[in-house]
C-alpha cells in the first residue's frame, strides 16, 4: 500500500472524522460499545475475524450536571470518580487550577473528614489550555472526594462575587467494557502487537483517532512479514484499565515484540494557514546503538523526539513494559488534548496522517529489523 497519496490521506483522515462521530468516547458508555462495533467493522473489512475480551469495572455515571454563574448555564463536566449521590446547592467551593499534560496542577481534592466544609461540591476553572475545559484522567481506584464540576478557564474571572449553582447526579456502579483483538497474518514465531488506545475524552480526532487509523494501517502492512495481535483497548482515561485486562488475560502471550500508537501520533498545531506537527511527540523504546539511530532517521520527517528506555514510561507503555518484549511507544500532546475542541477539522490533516503513518510504519521495521529473524522464545532459550 503506497505511503504518500493524497488518497491515502484521506482515507486516513476519513476514518478519524467516522471515529469521532461516534461521540464522547467514555469507556463503558454506549459511545464506547458503537466505537467497539465500528472497529470490528473496519477489521472485518480488512479479511480479519475481531474478538472482544470483556472486562468488568467500577463505572461512574453521571445522569445529570449544571453549573450556571449568574444565572446562565456554562459548560461543565464532572471530575471522575469524584462524589456520589444528588447534588444542588448554590454554596460551593469555588477554585482554579492550571491544567497542564493532561491533568490538573492542583492540590489533591480528596476530602479531609474534619473540613466543615467537606460535604460541599467544588466548581473548578481549568485554566491554561486557551480558555477551554480540560478533563484529566481518572481511575476508580482514586480516593472518594467531594464532588467537583470541571467548567472552561474562561469563566475564571466570573467567580468572584457571583452567584455560583451546582446540581447533579453521580452514581458509581458495577460496569464493563472490552478490548477488542483480531489476528493478521499466520506465520511462525511469536506475534508482533500492535496497540492503540480507543477510548478518552471527548471526541478525541488527534488524541486518539489519528492513532488508530494509523495502527489499522500498520497491522495490516506488518502481517507479510511477522504474525500480527491487533490490539484496540478501552478504560484508557480510566486508569489504563483495558490493558491492564489484557495482560492478565494472557491473550497477548509472550511477544516478539511490541509497537504502542499511542496518543496524538498524527495532532497537529496551526502554523500560518497550515497545520503543523505539535512539538510534544515521543518515539519511546528499548533499541539502542545503531538501531537506536536508525529509528530517529526513520521517524524524522514526522517530528517524534526518540529516547531508549525512558526512566518513566509514559502511557499504556507503562503497562506493556511488564512484557519484557522489546518495545517502540509513540506518543505526544497537543493544544486540543482532553478539550471538546479535539474534532478532525481542527486537530488533523490528511497531509500529517500520511507522514505520522510513514514514521510509524519506518520505525516499526527498524525494531523489528533490529531482532532479526529468529523469535523471541529461540532468542532467550
Not at 463505572?59 to 459548560?75: A, K, L, N, R, S
Request: aromatic residues 6%; glycine residues 14%; proline residues 7%.
Amino acid at each position: 500500500m503506497p505511503l504518500t497519496t493524497s488518497t491515502d490521506g484521506d482515507r486516513l483522515h476519513c476514518l478519524v472524522g467516522e471515529y469521532a462521530a461516534i461521540g464522547h468516547h467514555r469507556t463503558g458508555t454506549d459511545e464506547d460499545a458503537r466505537t467497539r462495533a465500528w472497529l470490528c467493522d473496519q477489521l472485518l473489512d480488512r479479511g480479519v475475524a475481531p474478538v472482544q475480551v470483556p472486562y468488568g469495572f467500577l463505572q461512574f455515571t453521571v445522569e445529570h450536571h449544571h453549573v450556571t454563574i449568574d444565572g446562565q448555564e456554562v459548560e461543565s463536566l464532572a471530575l471522575w470518580y469524584a462524589g456520589d449521590g444528588d447534588h444542588d446547592t448554590d454554596t460551593v467551593l469555588r477554585q482554579v487550577a492550571p491544567f497542564v499534560g493532561g491533568g490538573i496542577g492542583t492540590a489533591d481534592l480528596s476530602v479531609d473528614a474534619n473540613d466543615p466544609n467537606s460535604s460541599l461540591p467544588a466548581v473548578v476553572a481549568t485554566t491554561g489550555i486557551g480558555g477551554r475545559l480540560g478533563v484529566p484522567n481518572r481511575a476508580p481506584s482514586t480516593s472518594p472526594t467531594r464532588p467537583v464540576a470541571l467548567v472552561p478557564g474562561r469563566f475564571a474571572p466570573s467567580f468572584a462575587g457571583a452567584r455560583v449553582t451546582y446540581s447533579a447526579r453521580l452514581r458509581r456502579h458495577r460496569g464493563g467494557s472490552a478490548n477488542v483483538l483480531a489476528s493478521f497474518g499466520n506465520g511462525p514465531g511469536d506475534p508482533v502487537i500492535v496497540t492503540t488506545p480507543i477510548t478518552g475524552w471527548f471526541a478525541c480526532a488527534g488524541e486518539r483517532g489519528t492513532g488508530l487509523a494509523i495502527a489499522l494501517d500498520l497491522a495490516e502492512e506488518l502481517q507479510g512479514e511477522h504474525p500480527v495481535i491487533f490490539a484496540g483497548t478501552t478504560g484508557h482515561e480510566i486508569g489504563y484499565l483495558g490493558v491492564e485486562a489484557l495482560l492478565a488475560s494472557g491473550h497477548l502471550g509472550r511477544p516478539h515484540a511490541i509497537v504502542h500508537v499511542g496518543a496524538s501520533i498524527a495532532a497537529g498545531v496551526p502554523r500560518g494557514d497550515e497545520l503543523g506537527f505539535s512539538n510534544d511527540r515521543h518515539a519511546l523504546t528499548t533499541m539502542g546503538g545503531e538501531p537506536l539511530a536508525r529509528l530517529k532517521a526513520a521517524v524524522a520527517d514526522a517530528a517524534f523526539s526518540t529516547a531508549r528506555d525512558p526512566a518513566s514510561w509514559l502511557g499504556e507503555g507503562q503497562v506493556l513494559k511488564r512484557l519484557s518484549s522489546p518495545m517502540l511507544s509513540f506518543l505526544g500532546g497537543f493544544p486540543l488534548f482532553h478539550t471538546s475542541d479535539d474534532l478532525p477539522e481542527l486537530a488533523t490533516s490528511p497531509e500529517l496522517l500520511v507522514r505520522a503513518r510513514a514514521g510509524v510504519l519506518g520505525g516499526s521495521r527498524v525494531l523489528l529489523d533490529s531482532l532479526g529473524a529468529v523469535p523471541a522464545t529461540e532468542l532467550v532459550g
